[in-house]
């Protein structure tokens, strides 16, 4: 949930530092800091509150003089936010200073033994233990002095450690976080992810869990858990550097959602040729889908509800049992999995503690996984069985866009192939599928260009105190979403319930102008949900539809405003749907002054569990 960036090398580190850590800030924002080794011992600088007050006391980083140093952007886990709980934290010698994501586990026991041996400790995170062990093991070896702490730590982190003793070293090591090295000419770095080093160099490697890098400006050598020499692959990463910048826009988020048209055509263009549905690399073969006789679908927040919108996808068309469970409870719930039980986990990031968690208790109990993931080379890419990737591009913005939208549209792939696989749909039906599928990007930009409408419809609405968002079926699948989005940015209470249950107790939450989007996309289902907009209209709501043209005119009879999106088949009307939705929720959060990109209390990376 934090962001780590390392840099040794010849040029001034401090720029280099805070420039990464603003990449990086989309993984945690209330406190930064940077430490540099200025020739005559390490020094730090940290500040609570976003990068911009560490830009400031620091004047971007000059300040610190000194060409190797580390930095880091938080999320607190232990410690509230604070100057003290901030790192880099400094050993009391002040010789060991360490950067570090996730969460040391056994810190108080740790601790305890460090204070019996005369340590004081001066913050309250699990960090300075590490940082205090390190210390303590170090007898003028910084290698062999993380390494014995590492045996002794548990728990989950990427650290990054300098030491004053040998100004141009850091080291780096990682278990189960993210963390990257990458390559320039007589310097190199290392980061929670690539993004904070793009602008200088797109040659990177992913370490393995138990590995640990030493980064001097010339070499970088890596050593596996038993400090045997490892040999790395470098990977060249394709993105460009513009796609991890605004670009003109005012947010990250509005770019990313008009962005949605490209990155789908991106994700499902390659994988249609002459008709058929081609997945470059991943094992499936068709028999084994046919003995398929569970399907999971495992994920956190947004991409969770990407898995509820499957689920109905695929059991209504493949007729396979399909249970969507959240990972945090997947991985105590005793999953009853057996040998024919395939696992999808769906993961922007890729590096989601308790999605990683889960799908290694899935392949631990014998399901075969398969992972939707939009960060190539990250922990769950790797460890599935299977990966398809989303193709989203970088996406910065905290709230999720366009990998829900990328995501959405796997599954629909996905749910085809298995069709066809399982001789649920004729080759004709098929065809027609993939034309409309293909059709889908070019009724994004239409929505896209709409947007004005949405923006005149927030501003009707901003104020609110509480919204609800009902639907049923995949209307209440898409209604989570929905919901979600406008909670996380605007900070607007609010509820998704399926419409069909809101009688069951949340309507005595209705009164005068309470605000309910009822998302009516679905022309089975348009009488029944149509009824229950009448029941919170009688009760005083006010009702925004979420509808397609052809139903406008029902929809126009019921609410008091109507948002309508362009016809398509049942199936991917979720992907045109979310649209307004998202843009609605932004333009809320733009009339409420509060901050788009980086809401409150939320980190896009959750890497904790
Ligand atoms: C965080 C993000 C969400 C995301 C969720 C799961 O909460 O803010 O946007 O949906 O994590 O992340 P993942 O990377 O596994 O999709």
Redesign the pocket.
Known sequence: MCGIVGYTGTRQAGPILIGGLEKLEYRGYDSAGISINDGNGIKIAKALGRLAMLEGITDGGRKLRGTAGLGHTRWATHGRPSDANSHPHLSQTGRIAVVHNGIIENYRVLKEMLINRGRVFVSETDTEVATQLIDFYYEGDLLRAVHRAMNDIEGAYALGIMCADDPDTLIAVRKQAPLIVAYGEGENYFASDVTAVLEHTKRVSYLSDGEIAVLTPGEVKFYDSFLQPVEKQVEIIDWDVSAAEKGGYEHFMIKEILEQPRALRDTVSPRIRDGKIVFEGIELDADYIRGIDWIYIV?????YHVGVVAKYNIERIVRKPVQVVLASEFRYSEPLVTGNTLAIM???????AD?IAALREAKRLGARTLAIVNVVGSTIAREADDVLYTWAGPEIA???TK?YSTQLAVTYLLTLYFAECCGRITESELAAYLEELNRIPDKLEEICSKREHVQYLASLYFSADNIFFIGRNIDYALSLEGSLKLK?ISYICSEAYAAGELKHGTISLIEDDTPVVAVMTSRRLMEKTASNAEEVKARGARVLAVTTESLRKEAERVADNVIAIPDSSDMFLPSLAIVPMQLFSYYVAVSRGCNIDKPRN?????TVE
């Open positions: 994920a956190c927040g947004s991409s769906i993961s922007q990031s890729g590096e989601t999605t905290v709230a999720t990998a996380e939320l980190a896009k990376s959750v």
